[in-house]
């Protein structure tokens, strides 16, 4: 009852589920032997805008976008996975303060203007 899989959806739609949403759980696969690997994970960040903190694997680029135990956490396996959302679920000062340091994380780094500077920075 509190799990929806929607399937494709646009920019409007992605953005009511954000605002009703309380935590981003998308854990991958380590497919690094199969030369596939997750990159930076964007859809962490675009969470994060909403203050919704993540769940994930730690596999490729996913640790540039959550930072275990601040804006949300990292698994080292997909084991742990129940186990993990049945404890953050429960507690939902901790799920409500990675949330905040998700959004001010999010704000404070990845805003286009943030991306930018940092750019021109390195050019």
Same mark, same amino acid.
């Given at each position: ?21 309380? @935590?981003? &759980? ?5 497919? %690094?032997? !199969? ?5 930076? #994970?964007?859809?962490?960040? *675009? ?33 742990? @996975?129940? &186990? ?5 679920? %429960?507690? !939902? ?5 990675? #949330?905040?340091?998700?959004? *001010? ?19």
């Amino acid at each position: 009852n509190h799990v929806y899989f929607v399937g494709n959806i646009n920019d409007f739609q992605k953005k009511e589920i954000f605002e009703i949403s309380t @935590l981003m &759980v998308m854990p991958t696969l380590d497919e %690094s032997l !199969k030369q596939s690997i997750e990159g930076f #994970g964007i859809s962490y960040i *675009e969470a994060a805008m909403f203050g919704i903190p993540s769940v994930a694997t730690d596999t490729g680029g996913v640790s540039d976008a959550i930072i275990d135990e601040e804006t949300g956490i990292l698994l080292n396996s997909n084991k742990n @996975l129940h &186990v993990c959302l049945k404890k953050l679920l %429960s507690n !939902k000062p901790k799920l409500n303060i990675l #949330g905040q340091k998700a959004k *001010e994380r999010a704000l404070g780094e990845f805003t286009w203007d943030n991306v930018i500077k940092k750019y021109l920075n390195i050019f």
